[in-house]
């Protein structure tokens, strides 16, 4: 959704290529890119000529999404609001303040002055979330200072009303802070980066209007038409007490070791590993067994083979 603010940006079709440039052909025992006045012209690699394969307007600029996803992870981001871990995890300084969601009286949707509405988050202990935002403000790296986006800072709280009666105009000129209406809320101010957990200041109208934006499990929301909040898969999300109650205990197995006896996790080859090999041959020990006693019969065969008579010896010396 980020993506779909930017504007389309192009290189000029004739950048690069305004000039009377001809190649000198083979033959010269120059290069054959073209030369204007002895330097080259039009190649991406030359001064002054065209980049390579220039930007297009028409490219993708735009990601569409399901509406159905969006609103999905519209009502997540609310939800998350609520959560005190998400939302200090997120760097926000709520520490002080006395809970989270924070709803505050419809009075506020009425104050015009910026003092006012210092005075209201100081009272509720949000201003700390604010000075936040102040101190981070820094210059901008690289060319983007350059090109009215000088600054850079955190996100502050977020202010949500159900009528404008003057917050806007009170609010506005807070480092960090931003305002939207209940009925237009949008997720990239719920969740900056795509990161939950944005600290939500509601106005009591505002709250109340959650169940007319979004609807409920059961009710279809009055203004998206026949939407109804995504039904939760468990009903209890105290899983940890579902795990240890009566009930799921007394049909699971016993917990096991935390380490699993792997035995056979490495490959060995039965060649080599005559243990392996007898496992996938038992006949491998048999065969093994009659190898080694036919060697060794031969081998005393030939240890006790009879020496020559004397009577022979006798002949072969008097020859």
Not at 27 to 55: D, E, H, L, W, Y
Not at 145 to 155: A, D, E, I, W, Y
Request: net charge positive; glycine share 6%.
């Amino acid at each position: 959704m980020a993506k779909n603010h930017r504007q389309p940006y192009a290189a000029k079709q004739q950048a690069g290529e305004e000039t009377s440039a001809e190649s000198w052909g083979t033959g010269r025992a120059v290069a054959r890119i073209p030369v204007s006045r002895v330097v080259a012209a039009f190649g991406n690699m030359t001064r002054g000529g065209r980049m390579f394969a220039p930007n297009k307007v028409w490219r993708k600029w735009h990601v569409r999404t399901n509406v159905n996803q969006k609103r999905y992870a519209t009502v997540s981001a609310v939800a998350a609001s609520g959560v005190t871990a998400l939302v200090v995890g997120r760097g926000h300084r709520v520490q002080a303040i006395e809970e989270v969601p924070l709803v505050v009286s419809a009075e506020v949707e009425s104050i015009k002055k910026t003092k006012e509405a210092t005075d209201v988050l100081k009272a509720l202990k949000a201003y700390a979330d604010v000075a936040k935002v102040s101190n981070t403000r820094s210059i901008r790296a690289g060319r983007g200072k350059l090109r009215n986006r000088r600054h850079r800072q955190r996100r502050g709280p977020l202010v949500v009303y159900a009528e404008d009666n003057g917050i806007t105009h009170a609010f506005r000129n807070l480092p960090g802070v931003e305002l939207i209406d209940v009925t237009r809320l949008n997720l990239l101010q719920l969740a900056p980066g795509g990161h939950l957990g944005r600290f939500v200041i509601w106005t009591q109208p505002a709250f109340e209007a959650l169940d007319k934006v979004f609807g409920t499990e059961t009710e279809v929301s009055e203004q998206k038409k026949g939407y109804t909040l995504p039904t939760a898969v468990i009903s209890n999300p105290d899983v940890a007490g579902l795990i240890a109650s009566d009930e799921i205990q007394a049909v699971v197995r016993p917990a096991q070791s935390r380490f699993t006896k792997r035995p056979y996790t490495q490959k060995k080859n039965p060649l080599r590993n005559s243990q392996v090999l007898v496992r996938l041959n038992p006949y491998a020990q048999v065969l093994r067994r009659a190898e080694i006693l036919g060697k060794n019969k031969k081998t005393t065969k030939a240890a006790y083979k009879k020496s020559a008579s004397k009577k022979f010896l006798d002949i072969l010396k008097a020859d």
